[in-house]
């Protein structure tokens, strides 16, 4: 096995360690226990165990940037909307053991874990809050505070996916990308408005001088 696949092997354990026992009841013995490798094996990859959860958030926050394409105002709105919320549900329903973990966490024991959770929250809020702003710029978002937006948008989403990944609330992913996709049109979305033709309006008549006799 090579470095990079013992890495992401590592990567796995951790995370499965983390959504089962909670980061902080983890230790790295249980992440070597459950990738079958030696103590000394971890620490050639990783210094400790808040290292390994802090390349998981950032490979999460990564994917779900690469997630949410620019919309193209010329082709089908409806469609490019949609493929964005389904990427995201795929990132998130894809890795539901880190999910959960992101959805379940509880502030108070350890300040530095929970500034890294802050601070992937706050980063989606930046990631959709400009999307949003290009929005607004294409006519397909209404005006408004696009922070309000993004953290309303961010509380929705989260309730959504906690419900699928720790109620087994399991709603069928296509469902849950037109339900989105729904709620957010009878919010801030304005696809109507940006589909209608534009309204011409009629030349006004020339007016002609008479000929005098």
Same mark, same amino acid.
């Given at each position: 096995?090579?470095?990079a696949e013992?890495r992401?092997?590592?990567?796995r354990?951790?995370r499965?360690v +983390? $959504?089962?026992k909670?980061y902080?009841?983890?230790?790295v013995?249980?992440?070597?226990? !459950?990738? #079958?490798?030696a103590? /000394?094996?971890?620490y050639?990859?990783f210094?400790?165990?808040r ?9 999460l926050?990564s ?5 949410i ?6 082709g089908?709105i ?9 990427g ?5 329903l894809d890795?539901?053991?880190l ?5 379940s966490?509880a502030?108070g024991?350890d300040?530095? +874990? $929970?500034a890294k959770?802050r601070s992937?929250?706050?980063?989606v809020?930046t990631?959709? !809050?400009? #999307?949003l702003d290009? /929005?607004?710029r294409?006519?397909?978002?209404a005006?408004g505070?696009?922070?309000m937006?993004?953290t309303f948008?961010?509380g ?16 069928p992913?296509e469902?849950?990308?037109e339900q ?5 049109q009878?919010g801030?979305l304005r696809?109507?408005?940006?589909l209608?033709?534009p309204?011409?309006?009629p030349p006004?008549?020339?007016?002609t ?5």
């Amino acid at each position: 096995m090579d470095k990079a696949e013992r890495r992401l092997e590592l990567l796995r354990a951790a995370r499965d360690v +983390f $959504a089962t026992k909670g980061y902080h009841a983890a230790k790295v013995d249980d992440i070597v226990a !459950r990738a #079958s490798v030696a103590k /000394g094996t971890f620490y050639l990859y990783f210094p400790d165990k808040r290292s390994v959860f802090v390349e998981l958030v950032d490979g999460l926050f990564s994917r779900l940037g690469a997630a949410i394409l620019t919309v193209d105002t010329q082709g089908d709105i409806e469609a490019q909307i949609k493929h964005n919320i389904r990427g995201i549900v795929a990132v998130l329903l894809d890795d539901p053991a880190l999910t959960q973990l992101l959805l379940s966490f509880a502030p108070g024991l350890d300040p530095a +874990f $929970a500034a890294k959770i802050r601070s992937f929250y706050d980063g989606v809020k930046t990631l959709l !809050r400009v #999307s949003l702003d290009e /929005g607004q710029r294409l006519g397909i978002v209404a005006e408004g505070d696009t922070s309000m937006y993004a953290t309303f948008t961010v509380g929705a989403l989260k309730e959504i996916f906690t419900e699928s990944t720790d109620r087994g609330q399991a709603w069928p992913r296509e469902q849950l990308v037109e339900q989105i996709f729904r709620l957010l049109q009878r919010g801030y979305l304005r696809i109507d408005r940006a589909l209608e033709p534009p309204v011409s309006v009629p030349p006004k008549p020339r007016k002609t001088r008479k000929k005098s006799a």
